[in-house]
């Protein structure tokens, strides 16, 4: 392998079947290992903890979908399939799964230098920030709200945007799951994510004024999710 990769990758769920998936974004090394993931994730929040969980999928009215990268949650990293151990703990191994397509590339997200893929990165990490701070919570806020068993934009809706906003070209997996639910909607209109690309590019800080179309939309039920 040559450079950085961001690619696109999934949880198939049954584990090991083509009967549906999770899609998420995986940064891979140089020399193939996934070193971070960004997810959108059903989640709940423990008012023991103080923090923020993750479920397989959301069906409480309280439940929201919210963004996570695993620099920052390592707890929201998940299985890959067509991944297998790396030579570290936790470390997983896709040089196979990229060439077979299993684990698919995206056009303008191979061959990445440092700062590339830094760049590319930025994006994405602004989109979570947006996206949970669509309604008020803890730790960035409580996102959207999830949708009853996934029927509606949720954690692969998340992906779609993802790949958007970082101008990634869409994955082509050869043998897809049979159900991606989500998978070609958008969380954020397209006029807001021309915003998070021209002021993270322009190094432009973030603005509540220019979130206010957006926050109208979000769900009126964030202080149950938060109690």
Request: aromatic residues 8%.
């Amino acid at each position: 392998m040559t450079g950085w990769t961001i690619a696109a990758a999934e949880l198939r769920i049954p584990w090991g079947t083509r009967v549906a998936a999770h899609r998420m974004l995986v940064v891979v090394d140089p020399v193939g290992r996934v070193v971070r993931q960004f997810n959108g994730l059903a989640s709940w929040f423990d008012k023991g903890s103080g923090r923020w969980r993750h479920k397989p999928i959301g069906y409480l009215p309280s439940d929201r979908l919210r963004g996570y990268d695993t620099a920052a949650h390592p707890q929201t990293f998940l299985p890959v399939h067509g991944a297998v151990a790396g030579p570290q703990p936790g470390g997983l191994d896709v040089r196979a799964a990229l060439a077979s397509g299993v684990v698919a590339r995206m056009p303008g997200g191979s061959g990445l230098g440092p700062d590339e893929l830094e760049a590319r990165l930025a994006l994405v990490k602004r989109l979570i920030a947006d996206v949970n701070a669509l309604a008020p919570g803890p730790d960035g806020g409580a996102g959207l709200p999830y949708p009853f068993l996934g029927f509606g934009p949720n954690s692969n809706s998340f992906f779609e945007t993802a790949r958007e906003t970082m101008g990634l070209g869409s994955p082509e997996f050869p043998e897809r799951a049979w159900l991606v639910p989500g998978a070609e909607r958008l969380l954020l209109p397209p006029q807001e994510i021309a915003r998070i690309r021209s002021e993270v590019q322009s190094g432009s800080p973030a603005t509540i004024g220019a979130r206010k179309e957006a926050i109208a939309s979000a769900t009126r039920s964030a202080p149950s999710a938060v109690g």
